[in-house]
């Protein structure tokens, strides 16, 4: 039975406005001020898969609340759970976007906004695909939608929530759909995501701000101290000299580095489309297998001191900085964070004192290659896309996956929509118009295909 | 001849009522905000001089005013030409001030303002013992005033109003009163200053700021490279490691080293009342001789990334950091500021791009202890004290005292009135009532002891 062909059933310009609508929405989980308007999206998804026939619903969790909708058209065959987040990153910096991060603006063939591409862009699109299916008659498979409002701040309130509804969330594959494909024009699917380990190491010096003259060459530093202690935790080689920060980690397999060293990537036009001169990081290793398979740390953040316009010749009491790792599978999170935390005060200088705070963590995983799950993925994409998928692994995080496959057992199969371009996390954030309206058809298809098991 | 008591014709509640006057204009240099207000400070201060019978003036400079007032009581008795500084430094933390930086507030016998102690309290004490020894008579000295508003931003317009100047200028003595002594009780006579060297590190990794999950061991960051760049400015035994930083450095004499060694200082003292355990420094050198006979390398402030509240896994695109250098006899500020800048670009990471901006700089300084200004100098501390001064260099760094030396080639006499825990640069800056007393005792004292010479 040959698929029909729905794009010339997609209403694009609806979709967009919808989609729109929901971009407009500040929906910032990290910062308390935007409480009410990350409400105010749970609210709008509910009302929009509550039009769809779904019974559809917000509940409330400690922090922000989970949209879950669900319909049940197709007794017998697959329940397909789409998991997605309706939370933004922050805007910060405000004074580097173009147009402002939520007022959806559409250049050069892509909508910018913050969310667009992470998450709402790809959340929304399989809602459409959903609605697309509809226009056509009723669902080839049971869909249900789990929509949470946290990612952005580690989803401090999902394990509780997916224990609490284990069972009405029952499912036979879990979609998502927060992250990049490998290239333009390239479907891929990602098999596996890094962990994340995220500590705030903060150090004191004097009990106040000192003259630098007065005190230059005699008080310690924090700063100073600081850079010192984030300079000893990488080696010359690249390699974290945490002490265990290694231990267990699964090594790439032949196949793994064969298959990805064959992909069209390219290190001078990796390097060049974000503007440097070169890529350092763990020696022996490629660019791919260092962002797919191998741990990292890197400082997100540093302050201290004067940072005002002019100088100011002082010597600060205090000073900080936002450490994170990336971790492969094989390491704890938890563990990682114990580790960083006994260390960085045998590493500190003499006359200061550090403190390691834990934030967010997440937990590495890695799926096969081989399900049938993922052979319904493949045809769907070869559906829209003309070719096969390139099998990959992701270098971010989505600390929920550990959760779903602890909590709920269910395999989980991500289909991304985005590209690396789309700059997500970082200042005019995008995604292309054309990948928004493909993300449908894959959504769309990938239903009828998961139909087909 | 006996010196007559002057203390008992201060009249201490007017001069303080009058400080508070000075300390309530904002007069911060660094931040073109408050152009305003520094004018106003300079404005005060003509007007005040101006009441007490001096032909005084504010003279226009490319930057803030310069305020010069003469009196000339005594024809063929010496000239003695008193600098200061009316503008203070930035108040940041302002949060962090008990009560506002600008609304001068007694506790505890300390007089709590920006300013208070640097310099406004200082200058304005020889401002008050003039007045006082008016009070008495003629005064025994000609005596010129030169208040500058530029010195907490190294006094740019300086050297080309002492050039244009440099006549109506002449003394036989410059006195500055802007710095500590060297305890409670103590009068000090200050004989050397270090000098400055003040830059900005700006390294530029990526284009943008990037996912750290996409990017993170691929992608240069340029917060760990800001990190490993300070770290490697000084090595394991607290020297600096700039090639040629040290040459030329004048070693300290066997006399003063003993001399120092003799003060009554305290390494565990000092190290509490800064609340910290170590005192960490150059390998080989007291407390005492690291802060006012060696060079050393501070970071005043350092920035990157996210600093917002919770987490965001970003690699910046761009850190920064102020750095500063104290500098000795030997050393000339535009040297290590040349030195600097080429060695930074060395030793940054791969994938980097680096700059090193520079600030304001100052000369080192060092003079002679045995001169007749000196001499009565210390017998005017002895009369306010009851004690002889001990003779001490300073950490800290006054620009202007070498273009005295260079340009009016006059001797430069030290007399500070405050103390270290005056905390000037610091919140919560105060100067005791009782040093803001003995400050004007000493002013007019002075005036009287170098008539004598």
């Not at 995220?198 to 007065?214: F, K, M, P």
């Not at 580095?257 to 503007?275: K, Q, T, V, Y």
């Not at 995080?397 to 989980?412: C, G």
Request: net charge negative; with cysteine; charged share 20%.
């Amino acid at each position: 039975m040959t698929s029909p062909d729905l794009s010339a059933h997609l209403d694009r310009d609806v979709a967009q406005q919808e989609l729109f609508d929901l971009l407009r929405i500040p929906s910032v989980s990290a910062d308390p001020a935007y409480r009410a308007d990350v409400r105010r999206a749970a609210d709008w998804l509910q009302a929009k898969l509550s039009g769809l026939g779904f019974a559809a619903r917000v509940d409330d969790t400690p922090g922000h609340p989970v949209v879950y909708a669900e319909r049940q058209d197709a007794p017998g065959k697959p329940t397909v759970l789409i998991y997605g987040h309706y939370d933004v990153q922050p805007e910060a910096p405000l004074e580097e976007w173009v147009t402002p991060p939520f007022e959806p603006t559409v250049r050069d063939g892509r909508i910018y906004a913050r969310g667009s591409t992470d998450d709402k862009g790809q959340a929304f699109a399989h809602v459409r695909g959903v609605e697309l299916l509809l226009s056509r008659g009723a669902l080839p498979v049971n869909v249900k939608f789990l929509l949470e409002g946290e990612e952005e701040v580690g989803s401090p309130s999902i394990v509780p929530y997916l224990q609490a509804h284990a069972e009405e969330l029952k499912a036979d594959v879990i979609v998502i759909s927060d992250g990049s494909r490998f290239a333009q024009g390239v479907p891929t699917i990602t098999y596996g995501l890094r962990g994340l380990s995220y500590v705030e190491i903060l150090v004191q010096g004097a009990n106040r701000d000192l003259h630098s003259g007065s005190y230059g060459g005699a008080a310690p530093n924090p700063i100073n101290a600081l850079c010192e202690i984030i300079a000893a935790l990488k080696d010359d080689q690249g390699r974290v000299t945490i002490p265990g920060f290694y231990d267990g980690v699964e090594p790439l397999t032949a196949q793994e580095r064969e298959m990805w060293a064959s992909l069209p990537h390219d290190d001078a036009e990796f390097a060049a489309s974000i503007g440097v001169s070169a890529l350092p990081g763990e020696a022996g290793y490629s660019v791919l297998e260092r962002i797919w398979g191998r741990p990292t740390l890197d400082v997100n953040g540093i302050w201290g001191g004067y940072q005002g316009e002019g100088s100011k010749t002082v010597i600060a009491a205090k000073a900080g900085a936002k450490v994170s790792m990336r971790l492969v599978p094989g390491q704890d999170p938890a563990r990682i964070t114990s580790l960083i935390q006994e260390y960085v005060p045998k590493i500190a200088p003499a006359g200061v004192t550090v403190e390691v705070r834990n934030h967010h963590g997440g937990q590495p995983m890695r799926f096969s290659t081989e399900s049938p799950s993922i052979r319904a993925a493949n045809r769907a994409l070869r559906r829209v896309y003309g070719r096969d998928a390139v099998f990959a692994r992701t270098g971010g995080s989505i600390p929920i996956v550990a959760a779903f496959a602890e909590i709920l057992k269910t395999e989980v199969l991500f289909v991304d929509m985005g590209l690396n371009e789309d700059a997500p996390h970082s200042p005019n954030e995008s995604f292309a118009v054309q990948d928004f309206e493909n993300g449908i058809l894959t959504s769309a298809y990938l239903l009828q295909e998961l139909g087909r098991e």
